[in-house]
């Protein structure tokens, strides 16, 4: 399972008690806000593309959209989202559980600005009912991002 591939991750850091379980499902940006309860916009949502040839993962706040010409300014071709099937095959966490950590090899994460306003945000852990809270710090260093983008849009400070 996708979760225990994200506990042991995070073992090696004695940070795995953190991981957080849910009875109620977590899979979509409110549905964890409503388990976490807190507001959606600290959810740390991860969504999985496809750049050329690459798997890309950007980590966004909850309440962020991808602005299509920032997208493209950025990796250079439009977004186009993986399918469910590509998601769990390319990234190794199906859709409702994609997170930054424990990915398989190849696949390149990005944090957008978004979640910079935020002390702690709340990524999925592998399932669609885990999550973990994580300061920013702890999101760069656990995520192994490779930068920090502005794809997004519609979100306030």
Same mark, same amino acid.
């Given at each position: @399972?996708?979760?225990?591939?994200?506990?042991?991750?995070?073992? *090696?850091? +004695? @940070?795995?008690?953190?991981?957080?379980?849910?009875?109620? %499902?977590?899979?979509?940006? !409110?549905? $964890?806000? =409503?388990?976490? /309860?807190? !507001?959606?916009?600290?959810?740390?949502?991860?969504?999985?593309?496809?750049?050329?040839?690459?798997?890309?993962?950007?980590?966004?706040?909850?309440?962020?959209?991808?602005?299509?010409?920032?997208?493209?300014? *950025?990796? +250079?071709?439009?977004?186009? @989202? &993986?399918?469910? !099937?590509?998601?769990? $095959?390319?990234? /190794?966490?199906?859709? /409702? +559980?994609?997170?930054?950590?424990?990915?398989?090899? +190849?696949?390149?994460?990005? &944090?957008? !600005? =978004? &979640?910079?306003?935020? *002390?702690?945000?709340?990524?999925?852990? /592998? =399932?669609?009912? %885990? $999550?973990?809270?994580?300061?920013?710090?702890?999101?760069?260093?656990? =995520?192994?991002? &490779?930068?920090?983008?502005?794809?997004?849009?519609?979100?306030?400070?």
């Amino acid at each position: @399972m996708s979760i225990e591939k994200v506990r042991a991750y995070f073992r *090696q850091y +004695g @940070m795995e008690d953190r991981v957080l379980e849910f009875p109620v %499902s977590s899979a979509t940006v !409110e549905l $964890a806000a =409503s388990a976490l /309860g807190c !507001e959606p916009c600290r959810i740390a949502k991860t969504l999985a593309f496809q750049v050329h040839d690459r798997t890309v993962l950007v980590v966004a706040a909850g309440d962020a959209r991808i602005d299509n010409p920032k997208y493209k300014a *950025q990796f +250079g071709v439009k977004a186009k @989202m &993986l399918s469910l !099937e590509d998601t769990a $095959a390319r990234v /190794g966490h199906a859709v /409702g +559980g994609v997170c930054p950590f424990a990915v398989n090899p +190849g696949v390149d994460v990005y &944090l957008d !600005e =978004s &979640l910079k306003r935020f *002390q702690t945000v709340f990524p999925a852990c /592998g =399932s669609g009912n %885990s $999550a973990i809270e994580l300061t920013i710090p702890e999101l760069e260093r656990y =995520s192994a991002f &490779l930068a920090w983008v502005d794809v997004c849009k519609d979100w306030s400070v």
